[in-house]
T-cell receptor, first 115, second 113 residues
């Protein structure tokens, strides 16, 4: 079966612009997570969805960041008024509560560059 | 606070054994994961420990001591393709409904011929 997919794979934008990053989780996975990873660092948690609702958004750095998952499947991470410090790889992961370890399966990421 | 420590880099020889250590301090604990990440790729799941002791899975083993806040990943019979970053992550339920992973910075392992 298909894994987690993310689009676009690369996004270059200018400071101040708005961007949307999309995540398609593994079919049937009810949990979805967004992380961001800077060079040489581990992934940093942003937000966790269980179904359509955000169960934990404590990792969102500020109110410029917002994420939705309206139908409990595809999710979109939205960043307003982008800043150079937002440049990173944005990773999406999904998991199934029925899995043995409930491990998270990661997508390939979207590399965001803010000029 | 949340803190996960692991060495930044390690070097080992093909065919040898290497141990990557991880220590953690988190507000909640609901399991520890090891992920492998090749450059430019997504992290892939390697192992999971929630109880104290050793879990073995082929050439990879992982150990956990919850009282010490300590884990290690053991890689045997190293191959060149094992050159990658190894990420230690704690599932922090924080006593609530979250299922988030708190990651260390990763250990970049270089396997030399």
């Amino acid at each position: 079966g298909a894994g987690v997919s993310q689009t676009p794979s690369n996004k270059v934008t200018e400071k101040g612009k708005y961007v949307e990053l999309r995540c398609d989780p593994i079919s049937g996975h009810t949990a979805l997570y967004w992380y961001r990873q800077s060079l040489g660092q581990g992934p940093e948690f942003l937000i966790y969805f269980q179904g359509t609702g955000a169960a934990d958004d404590s990792g969102l750095p500020n109110d410029r960041f917002f994420a939705v998952r309206p139908e409990g499947s595809v999710s979109t991470l939205k960043i307003q008024r982008t800043e150079r410090g937002d440049s990173a790889v944005y990773l999406c992961a999904s998991s199934s509560t029925g899995a043995p370890h409930n491990e998270q399966f990661f997508g390939p990421g979207t590399r965001l560059t803010v000029l | 606070g949340q803190n996960i420590d692991q060495p930044t880099e390690m070097t080992a020889t093909e065919g040898a054994i290497v141990q990557i250590n991880c220590t953690y301090q988190t507000s909640g604990f609901n399991g520890l994961f090891w992920y492998q990440q090749h450059a430019g790729e997504a992290p892939t799941f390697l192992s999971y420990n929630v109880l104290d002791g050793l879990e073995e899975k082929g050439r990879f083993s992982s150990f956990l001591s919850r009282s010490k806040g300590y884990s290690y990943l053991l890689l045997k019979e190293l191959q060149m393709k094992d050159s990658a970053s190894y990420l230690c992550a704690v599932r922090d339920d924080g006593g609530g409904a979250t299922n988030k992973l708190i990651f260390g910075t990763g250990t970049l392992l270089a396997v030399q011929p």
